[in-house]
T-cell receptor, first 111, second 114 residues
Framework: GENVEQHPSTLSVQEGDSAVIKCTYS??????FPWYKQELGKRPQLIID?????GEKKDQRIAVTLNKTAKHFSLHITETQPEDSAVYFC??????????FGTGTSLTVIP | DARVTQTPRHKVTEMGQEVTMRCQPI?????VFWYRQTMMQGLELLAY????????DSGMPKDRFSAEMPDATLATLKIQPSEPRDSAVYFC????????????FGEGSRLTVL
């Protein structure tokens, strides 16, 4: 099955700086890569996703890049704000299969 | 605004009792997942259904856990008998298939077994 690794497990940045979280996957058939944000005591919420026919996708301060050859994808948050503090999960999914999640990155944005 | 609905939101029970958690997937979604999360740890997959059929429950302790989908609008996760180590937040998620598939999570059921 798929194996998704996520790094780093914790990340602290100063407000206004950028944050980058990286994930690798093992199954070359995976073609859908969502990112979820989970605030304390709340459910994971989908914040952005990318499909294998696209190399990069951006939504305001959030962007995701995908390198299918190297089997890795990354989440980029620019101009970080305190409300970006949360746990972020990446996931990988192949057609017809379940979603495999990374182990999460706890992001702290220091005001 | 379509949402995955889970009940109960909170449950406190004593060891040995049966616990049933329920999930109503988003209308039209044909995949349902059950995940367990402890102390803001990773999301541990317990069961995965597609078109109400269980496709993967390898992450679920078979001796005490069971998951079913009696119909397309209801998924259940049952623990019998419950143990203190089962204390966690249980998330249900539903999604669609195909190229434009997306998965959305319910609010979770926080279980405490004393």
């Amino acid at each position: 099955g798929e194996n998704v690794e996520q790094h780093p497990s914790t990340l602290s940045v100063q407000e206004g700086d950028s944050a980058v979280i990286k994930c690798t996957y093992s199954d070359s058939a995976s073609n859908y890569f969502p990112w979820y944000k989970q605030e304390l005591g709340k459910r994971p919420q989908l914040i952005i996703d990318i499909r294998s026919n696209v190399g990069e996708k951006k939504d305001q301060r959030i962007a995701v890049t995908l390198n299918k050859t190297a089997k890795h994808f990354s989440l980029h948050i620019t101009e970080t704000q305190p409300e970006d503090s949360a746990v972020y999960f990446c996931a990988a999914s192949s057609p017809g299969n379940q979603f495999y999640f990374g182990t999460g990155t706890s992001l702290t944005v220091i005001p | 605004d379509a949402r995955v609905t889970q009940t109960p939101r909170h449950k406190v029970t004593e060891m040995g009792q049966e616990v049933t958690m329920r999930c109503q997937p988003i209308l039209g979604h044909n995949t349902v997942f059950w995940y367990r999360q402890t102390m803001m740890q990773g999301l541990e997959l317990l069961a995965y259904f597609r078109n109400r059929a269980p496709l993967d429950d390898s992450g679920m302790p078979k001796d005490r856990f069971s998951a079913e989908m009696p119909d397309a609008t209801l998924a259940t996760l049952k623990i019998q008998p419950s143990e203190p180590r089962d204390s966690a937040v249980y998330f249900c998620a539903s999604g669609s298939q195909g190229l434009h598939r997306r998965v959305f999570f319910g609010e979770g059921s926080r279980l405490t077994v004393l």
